[in-house]
């Protein structure tokens, strides 16, 4: 019987040292997964997950034109594709208006109860 006793005092004191000891590392080593610091441009990326998508767009853009998209600034490229978005979304439009008797097309789902 003491035999027993003594094995389970030996397997507490096991359990209990596997448990704490991964808390008992130096203070000099470093706890972190990642040692280091991401950039200042990934923090923005991180935060501000639509700049990637405005750089796409005029690099989509710079593709499309090619040697003629070096007379252009990013800004007035940006304007170029917004405009060129509203005016191809205002056609759209209107060709689904000649087509669905003056509705478009989500209009007309949107009448049936579609989403």
């Given at each position: ?15 209990r040292q596997e448990i ?87 209009e007309l789902l949107h ?5």
């Amino acid at each position: 019987m003491p035999m027993s006793l003594e094995l389970v005092h030996i397997q507490q004191q096991y359990t209990r040292q596997e448990i704490v000891q991964p808390y008992l590392q130096p203070v000099g080593q470093s706890t972190f997964k990642y040692n280091q610091t991401p950039t200042i441009s990934q923090s923005l990326e991180a935060i501000f997950p639509e700049q990637k998508q405005a750089d796409k767009r005029i690099k989509l853009a710079k593709d499309a034109l090619g040697s003629l998209a070096v007379q252009f600034t990013e800004t007035e490229l940006n304007d170029v594709i917004t405009e060129v978005e509203d005016l191809t979304e205002s056609w759209l439009d209107e060709y689904e208006r000649n087509i669905f008797d003056g509705l478009t097309l989500q209009e007309l789902l949107h009448e049936k109860g579609a989403r």
